[in-house]
């Protein structure tokens, strides 16, 4: 499936796209019902993708057989603009998510490689991010090698030391 598995920069008129996005990256807990969707339009929520392409906004986004599937982003916030997974204005956030029928299939790993690249690129030396300690990806995320840095209720800030 990889063959044919494209991860590749947002264009501009695919920006909507993270609203999807943003809405699949909110982590529901097995047997829960799923949100509505208009979740994404509060501000603690909405402030992820609102205005996108703002300076030091990155993202990527998966492609597959010519269908967007799944989309990573970084965007920067700061001690009055915290998001869940805020460690200091100089360390970009992480937000991801791949649609939940194309989960586990490697999709995740080559946004989050191709993003962890970028940000090392650019001369970044850290990112972070907030994951509940239910989700599967948090176990992804630490064989990628984020770290445990703290814990808020059920959700786990993590940060990657960048090389």
């Not at 609203?19 to 799923?34: H, Q, S, T, W």
């Not at 937000?95 to 650019?122: C, H, P």
Request: with cysteine.
């Amino acid at each position: 499936m990889n063959d044919s598995l494209i991860v590749r920069p947002i264009t501009i008129s695919e920006i909507g796209f993270l609203d999807k996005m943003l809405y699949n990256a909110i982590f529901v807990p097995p047997g829960n019902e799923r949100l509505p969707d208009n979740i994404i339009e509060h501000p603690e929520i909405s402030k992820y993708i609102k205005d996108f392409g703002r300076e030091g906004d990155i993202c990527f986004v998966a492609q597959l057989n010519g269908d967007l599937v799944g989309a990573i982003w970084t965007r920067h916030f700061n001690e009055t603009n915290k998001a869940y997974g805020f460690v200091d204005s100089d360390t970009p956030e992480l937000s991801m998510a791949v649609y939940e029928q194309f989960r586990n299939k490697g999709i995740g790993t080559k946004l989050l490689i191709t993003m962890i690249k970028a940000l090392t690129d650019k001369g970044y030396r850290k990112v972070s991010l907030s994951v509940d300690i239910i989700n599967y990806a948090y176990d992804l995320y630490k064989k990628i090698g984020f770290k445990d840095y703290k814990l808020i209720g059920e959700s786990m800030t993590m940060i990657l030391k960048l090389k």
